[in-house]
């Protein structure tokens, strides 16, 4: 019988353990206390003096404090490698809270100063014969409808299609040229859409026209790119197979992209549809060049002008008369409703996308 020695265990140094500890589940939130107390402690004592309590500043010490004490306590306790996923953590947390001050701010400035306008009158009238008090924006409301309706009309077919070709059919140099330009559409300003549609409009009809369909083709010049990015990143996400199989089926590729690839990307391109339409129903600056505005009623994209959303908030509170409260009231009734309608359309695009969606199941 042969005995054979157990080797000793070989002890891995401190220093390359992957982790030394682990701290509890309630210590960053006890680190992040006490960074902020240590910090309206040091604001406190400086507002003694006479400077003032600083809120923000006090915020942003307490902040940066938090990733120095909780980078060190996990350092030390948990190892380098988990110390700086903590310090990590905290400054995208940070980041994001960051960014959702703007956000939440013009949220509760926009319902706290909207809220009262919304009345009745307001979403039954329109500026007609209106000086002061009262009236609506009704005309604006239905313009806004009217000529976002029409710009959708005019793009999506455009965009989508375009997208099929890039992905179905595009190959050499005219692919690459289109994707280029479209890449270049997307970072136009608004305004330089607007001043095209004007100088066409110009030219076949004449100078100082105004038009409701002059707003919505430049709306339309806007939202093409949109739509052409969005659904071409939809249509690249459906597997080959699905292609592949329908090609052995013998079934032509016009019919595949139309009973295989769209289906199974619908939900994703009407989600890129209804952004495209949130994006440039707020538009001013091309209005304002083709569309115009007025106080009154009108349906005819082809006759006169028309007023919108957007234009309305700007000529009430650039063009205030008596009462001024009045005009200012009415600026940001409309501006809610805007937002409201963006909203709206956000959540019909979420909705879209879930019960759209191809079932992942068998």
Same mark, same amino acid.
Request: hydrophobic share 55%; glycine share 10%.
């Given at each position: 019988m042969?005995?054979t020695?157990?080797?000793?265990?070989?002890?891995?140094?401190?220093? @390359?353990?992957?982790?030394?500890?682990?701290l #509890?589940?309630w210590s960053?939130w006890? *680190?992040?206390g *006490?960074s902020?107390?240590?910090s309206? /402690?040091v604001f406190g004592v400086?507002a003694?003096?006479?400077a003032?309590?600083?809120?923000?500043g006090?915020?942003?010490?307490g902040a940066?404090l938090y990733?120095v004490l909780?980078?060190?306590?996990?350092t030390?306790?948990?190892?380098?490698?988990?110390?700086t996923?903590?310090?990590?953590t905290?400054?995208v947390?940070?980041a994001?809270?960051?960014a @959702?001050?703007?956000?939440?701010?013009v949220? *509760?400035?926009v319902?706290?100063n909207g809220?009262?306008g919304?009345t009745?009158?307001?979403?039954?009238?329109s500026?007609?014969n209106v000086?002061?008090?009262?009236?609506? /924006?009704l005309h604006?409301i @239905?313009?806004?409808?009217?000529?976002?309706?029409?710009a959708a009309?005019v793009?999506?077919p455009?965009?989508?299609l375009?997208a099929?070709?890039?992905?179905e059919y595009?190959?050499g140099?005219?692919a690459?040229g289109?994707?280029?330009?479209?890449?270049? @559409?997307?970072g136009?300003?608004?305004i330089v859409?607007g001043?095209?549609i004007?100088?066409?409009?110009?030219?076949?009809v004449?100078?100082?026209i105004?038009?409701?369909?002059m707003?919505?083709?430049?709306?339309a010049?806007?939202?093409i790119p949109?739509?052409?990015?969005?659904?071409?990143?939809m249509?690249?996400?459906?597997?080959n197979e699905?292609?592949e199989?329908s090609?052995?089926?013998g079934? #032509?590729?016009?019919l595949?992209?139309?009973?295989?690839?769209?289906?199974t990307?619908i939900?994703?391109?009407?989600?890129?549809?209804?952004?495209a339409?949130a994006?440039? *129903?707020?538009?001013?600056?091309?209005?304002?060049?083709?569309?115009?505005?007025?106080?009154?009623?009108?349906y005819?994209l082809?006759?006169?002008?028309?007023m919108t959303?957007?234009?309305?908030?700007?000529t009430?509170?650039?063009?205030?008369?008596?009462p001024?409260?009045?005009?200012v009231?009415?600026?940001?009734? /409309?501006?809610?409703v805007?937002?409201?309608?963006v909203m /709206?359309?956000?959540l019909i695009a979420r909705l879209?996308?879930?019960f759209f969606a191809?079932?992942?199941?068998?």
């Amino acid at each position: 019988m042969t005995i054979t020695a157990t080797p000793p265990a070989v002890q891995t140094p401190r220093s @390359m353990r992957i982790t030394n500890g682990h701290l #509890p589940s309630w210590s960053p939130w006890a *680190i992040l206390g *006490i960074s902020f107390v240590i910090s309206a /402690a040091v604001f406190g004592v400086i507002a003694v003096g006479g400077a003032g309590f600083n809120v923000v500043g006090m915020i942003i010490v307490g902040a940066l404090l938090y990733l120095v004490l909780i980078g060190v306590v996990s350092t030390v306790v948990e190892g380098r490698r988990k110390a700086t996923d903590r310090v990590v953590t905290g400054l995208v947390t940070g980041a994001f809270a960051l960014a @959702m001050v703007p956000l939440v701010s013009v949220a *509760i400035t926009v319902v706290q100063n909207g809220v009262a306008g919304l009345t009745a009158e307001f979403f039954s009238s329109s500026m007609r014969n209106v000086v002061g008090e009262g009236g609506g /924006a009704l005309h604006a409301i @239905m313009g806004t409808v009217i000529i976002t309706l029409a710009a959708a009309v005019v793009s999506i077919p455009i965009g989508l299609l375009t997208a099929i070709y890039l992905v179905e059919y595009g190959r050499g140099r005219l692919a690459r040229g289109i994707t280029f330009l479209v890449d270049v @559409m997307t970072g136009i300003p608004s305004i330089v859409a607007g001043l095209f549609i004007y100088a066409l409009f110009a030219l076949l009809v004449g100078p100082g026209i105004r038009l409701g369909v002059m707003g919505a083709l430049s709306l339309a010049v806007l939202m093409i790119p949109v739509v052409v990015r969005s659904s071409e990143e939809m249509l690249r996400l459906v597997p080959n197979e699905l292609r592949e199989a329908s090609f052995a089926l013998g079934v #032509p590729k016009w019919l595949t992209i139309l009973k295989v690839v769209l289906p199974t990307s619908i939900a994703g391109i009407v989600t890129g549809v209804m952004l495209a339409i949130a994006r440039v *129903i707020g538009e001013t600056a091309p209005l304002l060049i083709t569309a115009g505005f007025t106080a009154s009623m009108n349906y005819n994209l082809f006759d006169g002008r028309m007023m919108t959303l957007p234009v309305f908030v700007y000529t009430q509170y650039m063009n205030q008369g008596i009462p001024p409260e009045a005009y200012v009231n009415r600026a940001w009734a /409309a501006a809610l409703v805007l937002i409201l309608i963006v909203m /709206a359309l956000n959540l019909i695009a979420r909705l879209v996308a879930k019960f759209f969606a191809p079932a992942k199941g068998r």
